[in-house]
């Protein structure tokens, strides 16, 4: 299955199929119908090539997966999954600032409360999405 490859593939520490970190992934969902689900596997990547790495297997298995940010999603399956892949992105926190092209980077894990503080020293703000 994919997730046994991305477990040779990329290790024990990031692709998780229980335990307590696994048990916090998957029923950390804002949403509490996301938050009865059970991913086969839960993959915590640290890099894009982590990223890349994991959708290859994805789609070369052609595994059902749902990808997760923050967890704030109340689409039921966007963020979390039964039977298939679960990408935690709780591991890709950084954020940075380009002041010569006033250029903002987040990794897709940052929640914007936490982007306002790391950004808060450089005089800039982002602006978020709201309901």
């Known amino acids: 299955s994919a997730?046994?490859?991305?477990?040779n593939t990329l290790g024990s520490?990031?692709?998780?199929?229980?335990?307590?970190?696994?048990n916090a992934t998957a029923t950390g969902a804002w949403n509490l119908f996301n938050s009865l689900d059970r991913p086969t596997c839960i993959v915590y990547p640290q890099t894009a090539s982590d990223v890349q790495v994991t959708m290859r297997s994805i789609y070369e298995y052609e595994a059902?997966?749902?990808?997760?940010a923050g967890g704030h999603s109340a689409m039921i399956g966007w963020n979390s999954i039964t039977d298939g892949i679960l990408i935690s992105f709780e591991n890709m926190l950084r954020v940075s600032y380009d002041a010569h092209t006033n250029l903002i980077s987040l990794q897709p894990g940052m929640h914007l409360s936490d982007a306002q503080i790391a950004l808060e020293p450089h005089g800039v703000s982002l602006i978020g999405g709201r309901a």
């Open 3 to 7: 997730c046994a490859v991305l477990r």
């Open 13 to 22: 520490t990031l692709v998780g199929f229980s335990g307590s970190g696994y």
């Open 64 to 68: 059902r997966y749902a990808v997760q």
